[in-house]
C-alpha cells in the first residue's frame, strides 16, 4: 500500500465516494489468527492493526477482515482514531495530486525469488479444487 499507484488509488476511492455523499469502504486484512504459533499470531495481528490504522487515518469510514477474529481489532482502531461513526464529512487531503501519471506508475521495490514463488503458489493454490491457500496464508510473513 506504499507504492504510488495504491497511495493514489485510495485518495482518489476516498475522495469520489465522499464527494458523492457515500461510504469509502478500506480493504480486506487478509490475515487470520495462528492459533499455534503464539508469536507468528502477534506479529500478523500488529499488521492487521496497522493496516487498519492506516486505513482510518487515509479517510476510510469501514473496513473489512477475512476472519471474525480480527473484528475487535478492527473495531478498536476505528472507535479508537474516527471522531464520528463516518469520515465523510472530514475535509479530504489533497486528492489534487492524485493524477493518471501516479495511477498508471510501476511499483518499485525488492523483487525476491522466494516472493514470487510463494505468489505464484497461492495463485494456484486458490485456482485448484479445495481451495488450500487458506492454509498457506498463515505462514505469511
Avoid at 493514489?8 to 458523492?20: D, F, G, N, P
Wanted: glycine share 6%.
Amino acid at each position: 500500500m506504499e507504492q504510488p499507484f495504491l497511495r493514489s488509488y485510495v485518495k482518489l476511492l476516498i475522495h469520489t465516494c465522499h464527494r458523492r455523499g457515500i461510504h469509502a469502504m478500506g480493504g480486506m486484512a487478509a490475515q487470520i489468527p495462528i492459533r499455534d504459533n503464539p508469536e507468528a499470531n502477534e506479529q500478523a495481528m500488529e499488521r492487521v492493526r496497522q493496516d487498519k490504522l492506516r486505513e482510518v487515518k487515509a479517510g476510510h469510514d469501514g473496513t473489512w477482515v477475512a476472519h471474525p477474529g480480527l473484528v475487535p481489532i478492527a473495531k478498536a482502531v476505528s472507535t479508537k482514531h474516527m471522531k464520528d461513526s463516518n469520515q465523510i464529512r472530514r475535509p479530504a487531503k489533497a486528492t489534487s495530486a492524485v493524477c493518471e501519471n501516479a495511477l498508471l506508475e510501476i511499483p518499485r521495490g525488492r523483487t525476491t525469488e522466494e516472493g514470487f514463488i510463494r505468489n505464484v503458489d497461492v495463485a494456484l493454490q486458490y485456482l485448484s479444487p479445495g481451495c488450500a491457500a487458506m492454509d498457506a496464508s498463515r505462514s505469511t510473513t
